[in-house]
């Protein structure tokens, strides 16, 4: 589980995006970021979380922030998700999970009776100035933008 904790700074990072450009976290500092974590492109759960981003995206931009979305996928995998869905924010590429260790969310989990190492659903908001405002760890992919949403319209 992630050591962080609010008022922390973020750790920066530098990312391939969905559509191969490079960006660092400190590339959005002025703005607050939804930085939110999720296991696998077009699984149920993580397409509702990403469709519900994506529904509440109008909202977020209004509040002075933007959405980054983390996986273990591929670019390609990335693309496909993005245009399926109609994503309009930024999806991150973190293949060798170093984001995700980076934040605590790289960690066992259960299915079936069989363990694993995944990502666990997470969202972080970062403040303009590069800090943790707040963080959801193990959330549900519904919870996790409902509780975006309520801290970011504070």
Known sequence: MSDLQI??????FTALTD???????????????????????NTPGCTS???GFRDAYPL????????????????VSHQKFKSKFDLP????????HRIAEQYGVWGEKKM????????IRSHFIIDEEG???????????????????KFLSK
């Open 19 to 41: 559509s191969g450009e490079t960006v660092r976290l400190s590339d959005f500092r002025g703005q607050r970021v939804v930085l939110y974590f999720y296991p696998r492109d």
């Open 89 to 96: 924010f930024t999806l991150l590429v973190d293949e060798d």
């Open 7 to 12: 008022g922390d700074p973020a750790p920066d």
């Open 49 to 51: 979380q990403a469709c």
């Open 112 to 119: 079936y009776g069989r363990s694993y190492m995944g990502v």
């Open 131 to 149: 800090r943790i405002a707040d963080m959801h760890i193990k959330v549900s992919p519904k919870k996790s933008v409902e509780k975006a949403l």
């Open 60 to 75: 977020i931009t209004e509040q002075n922030a933007v959405v980054l979305g983390v996986s273990p996928d591929g670019m």
